[in-house]
C-alpha cells in the first residue's frame, strides 16, 4: 500500500509569484485534505476535495485554491504569494466517511522572500 | 464549532516515568477525537482516534487516552517514556460537517535520559 506523498519537499519563492504543490493520495482514498502549518503552530485546515469538488473551505483567501484529478491527486495552488504564505503545507487523504482516518504526507516547506 | 485545548506548551519528562498530555474539547455533540505526533521535519502520524466506542483508547507505541465526557477531556498517556518520544503532539477534534480536523496547539515533549 502506497502511502500519501507530496512534492517538492522545499520550495523557495518571492512575494508577488505563484506556486504549486503536489498531493498523491493513498491507493484507494478519494478525498484530499490540505493545511497549513506555520512555525510553532497547529496545522489549519485550507481545503478538502471529494471526487474532484471543493468539499469545504477554511478561512484562506481565494487566492489559495485546489484541484482534483481523476486518479485523486491533487494540488494546491496559491496565487500573490505573501511573507506570511510561508509555512508546511500538509496534504492528507482518506476516504469519504466522518470517522475515517486522515493519513498525512510528509508535506510541502515553502519559503517566501 | 468544534474545537480542543491543549493544557501545556511542554511537557518535560525523564526516561522511563510516565507521560501525561492534556487536552479539553468543545463540541456540540458526540466528537471524534484524535491524537497525532510529529517528529522533527516529518509529517504527523496518527497515535489513536476516540469514534464513540469505548472510552479508552489505544494507540501505537504504547500510548493510550480515555473520553471523559463529564469532564470533556481526552488525555494522551503512556506508562513510560521513550527517547524516541520526544516529538510535538496534537489534539485534534473532527468537525462533523465534513472531514475538517481541528488541531491543538500541540504540546512538545521532552525527554531526557
Known amino acids: 500500500e502506497t502511502g500519501v506523498t507530496q512534492s517538492p519537499t522545499h520550495l523557495i519563492k518571492t512575494r508577488g509569484q505563484q506556486v504549486t504543490l503536489r498531493c498523491s493520495s493513498q491507493?484507494?482514498?478519494?478525498?484530499v485534505s490540505w493545511y497549513q502549518q506555520a512555525l510553532g503552530q497547529g496545522p489549519q485546515f485550507i481545503f478538502q476535495?471529494?471526487?474532484?469538488?471543493?468539499?469545504g473551505r477554511g478561512n484562506f483567501p481565494p487566492r489559495f485554491s485546489g484541484l482534483q484529478f481523476p486518479n485523486y491527486s491533487s494540488e494546491l495552488n496559491v496565487n500573490a504569494l505573501e511573507l506570511d504564505d510561508s509555512a508546511l503545507y500538509l496534504c492528507?487523504?482518506?476516504?469519504?466517511?466522518?470517522?475515517?482516518?486522515?493519513?498525512f504526507g510528509p508535506g510541502t516547506r515553502l519559503l517566501v522572500l | 464549532a468544534q474545537s480542543v485545548t491543549q493544557l501545556d506548551s511542554h511537557v518535560s519528562v525523564s526516561e522511563g516515568t510516565p507521560v501525561l498530555l492534556r487536552c479539553n474539547y468543545s463540541?456540540?455533540?458526540?466528537?471524534?477525537l484524535f491524537w497525532y505526533v510529529q517528529h522533527p521535519n516529518k509529517g504527523l502520524q496518527l497515535l489513536l482516534k476516540?469514534?464513540?466506542?469505548?472510552?479508552l483508547v489505544k494507540g501505537i507505541n504504547g500510548f493510550e487516552a480515555e473520553f471523559k465526557k463529564s469532564e470533556t477531556s481526552f488525555h494522551l498517556t503512556k506508562p513510560s517514556a521513550h527517547m524516541s518520544d520526544a516529538a510535538e503532539y496534537f489534539c485534534?477534534?473532527?468537525?462533523?460537517?465534513?472531514?475538517?480536523?481541528?488541531f491543538g496547539t500541540g504540546t512538545r515533549l521532552l525527554v531526557s535520559p
Open positions: 491507493s484507494g482514498h478519494n478525498t
Open positions: 485534534v477534534v473532527s468537525d462533523l460537517s465534513f472531514q475538517k480536523l481541528v
Open positions: 476516540y469514534t464513540s466506542a469505548a472510552t
Open positions: 492528507a487523504s482518506s476516504l469519504a466517511s466522518l470517522q475515517e482516518t486522515q493519513y
Open positions: 463540541s456540540s455533540y458526540s466528537p471524534s
Open positions: 476535495y471529494y471526487r474532484e469538488e471543493e468539499n
